[in-house]
Antibody
């Protein structure tokens, strides 16, 4: 079973930067489409962005609130996904989850999730 | 972007009850609709994909239906472990793949 472990969260000032990592247990990570989802305290889930596998073209898509500030990347040699977050705002505070999107029955769905890492943007 | 609206936002029920949660999309999303369960302090867990397909390992008391813009998740006989928050998510065409606001199922 795929295991995902996020790291890199913490407390950062508004306007600051942070890089999150998501380490996968599977060597077939290079084939994976990966998604970042966040959850503000006491709120619902918010889709942040997705990166396709290099074999599928490697396209990256972002949600409007983070576009231009956040960058998703991957290092397939390290089986690791990244989320570089710049120009952080207080509204970026929350738990950040990475998820492995599997192709099931004609659909790409996020069926393996990490435990999440907490990002707090505050002065 | 496609907006997803769930109802109700919260629901009180008892063990053994049959409950239904609905999700409406702002545009036709065919059957590109998935349901997740989230318990406090835990990551979401995929229950249903493609509107009506039960994910492996998910109990058969969970079922999904719908197509186009209107979808539902039904739990046929609530068990104590089912009290959680449920989210729908659309994955139609290009991202962003938006979630509904969630439905909290309480005792």
């Amino acid at each position: 079973e795929v295991q995902l472990v996020e790291s890199g969260g913490g407390l950062v000032n508004p306007g600051g930067s942070l890089r999150l990592s998501c380490a996968a247990s599977e060597s077939i990570f290079s084939l994976a489409w990966m998604t970042w989802v966040r959850q503000a305290p006491g709120k619902g889930l918010e889709w942040v962005g997705r990166i396709k596998s290099k074999g599928a073209g490697g396209a990256i898509d972002y949600a409007a609130p983070v576009k231009g500030r956040f960058t998703i990347s991957r290092d397939d040699s390290r089986d690791t996904l990244y989320l570089q977050m710049n120009s952080l705002k207080t509204e970026d505070t929350g738990i950040y989850y990475c998820a492995w999107d599997h192709y099931i029955g004609g659909f790409y769905v996020s069926d393996y999730w990490g435990q999440g890492t907490l990002v707090t943007v505050s002065s | 972007d496609i907006q997803m609206t769930q109802s109700p936002s919260s629901l009180s029920a008892s063990v053994g009850d049959r409950v239904t949660i609905t999700c409406r999309a702002s545009h036709n999303i065919n059957n590109r609709l998935h349901w997740y369960q989230q318990k406090p302090g835990k990551a979401p867990n995929l229950l249903i994909f493609g509107a009506s397909n039960l994910q492996s390992g998910v109990p058969s008391r969970f079922s999904g239906s719908g197509s186009g813009t209107d979808f539902s998740l039904t739990i046929s006989s609530l068990q104590p472990e089912d009290f959680a928050t449920y989210y729908c998510q659309q994955s139609y065409s290009t991202p962003p793949y938006t979630f509904g606001q969630g439905t909290k199922l309480e005792i």
